[in-house]
């Protein structure tokens, strides 16, 4: 069945440093694909998004990347600062109704 | 503009009981969903509607029902409760176009004893 599979599961970055993490899909008919911010005890926010048609999207210090032919997309944080300190969640859709999620990365940042 | 709403914040069961967790959005959305969010399993589907008076079951239905009556409203009824539904769950809504934006609601931390 459609699967994100989202590496790594812990990312621990000095303050300043960049930080990447990457989602891997399985449904080749995905078409747009949300990365999720998650404080601790708050509901998951969306943070940036990317729509089947482009390769990449950046909002300030956030970037996202699409290959759609390699079927993975990653998010990018520049200039990391102990408030990116949180669980980010990647997820597909396929242009049903349904997203699928990753199981989430764990990203602290070092002061 | 509330966006999506949530009650409880917080509920103890004991095995068995029933209850129901309430959510409601204002933003005149189609779709709606529930999801349980469970340590290092992510966010998992449970039951989602694209419109009122209709349901269909995600990756993790059993145990759960759910209705929808109206556009605002998507209550999840736990018909008896059981310790491996111990989990945090987060309603969401969005327009009915799946290249949307999904808007979550605050979510409901759930223990079961």
């Known amino acids: 069945g459609e699967n994100v599979e989202q590496h790594p599961s812990t990312l621990s970055v000095q303050e300043g440093d960049s930080a990447v993490i990457k989602c891997t899909y399985s449904?080749?008919?995905?078409?747009?694909f949300p990365w999720y911010k998650q404080e601790l005890g708050k509901r998951p926010q969306l943070i940036i998004d990317i729509r089947s048609n482009v390769g990449e999207k950046k909002d300030q210090r956030i970037a996202v990347t699409l290959n759609k032919t390699a079927k993975h997309f990653s998010l990018h944080i520049t200039e990391t600062q102990p408030e990116d300190s949180a669980v980010y969640f990647c997820?597909?859709?396929?242009?049903?109704?349904?997203?699928?999620f990753g199981t989430g990365t764990r990203l602290k940042v070092l002061a | 503009n509330a966006g999506v709403t949530q009650t409880p914040k917080f509920q103890v069961l004991k095995t068995g009981q029933s209850m129901t967790l309430q959510c409601a959005q204002d933003m005149n959305h189609e779709y709606m969903s529930w999801y349980r969010q469970d340590p290092g399993m992510g966010l998992r589907l449970i039951h989602y509607s694209v419109g009122a008076g209709i349901t269909d079951q995600g990756e993790v239905p059993n145990g759960y029902n759910v209705s929808r009556s109206t556009t605002e409203d998507f209550p999840l009824r736990l018909l008896s409760a059981a310790p491996s539904q111990t989990s945090v769950y987060f309603c969401?809504?969005?327009?009915?176009?799946?290249?949307?934006?999904?808007?979550f609601g605050p979510g409901t931390r759930l223990l079961v004893l």
């Open positions: 449904d080749s008919a995905s078409n747009y």
């Open positions: 997820a597909a859709s396929a242009g049903t109704y349904k997203y699928i």
């Open positions: 969401a809504s969005r327009p009915q176009l799946a290249k949307e934006t999904q808007y």
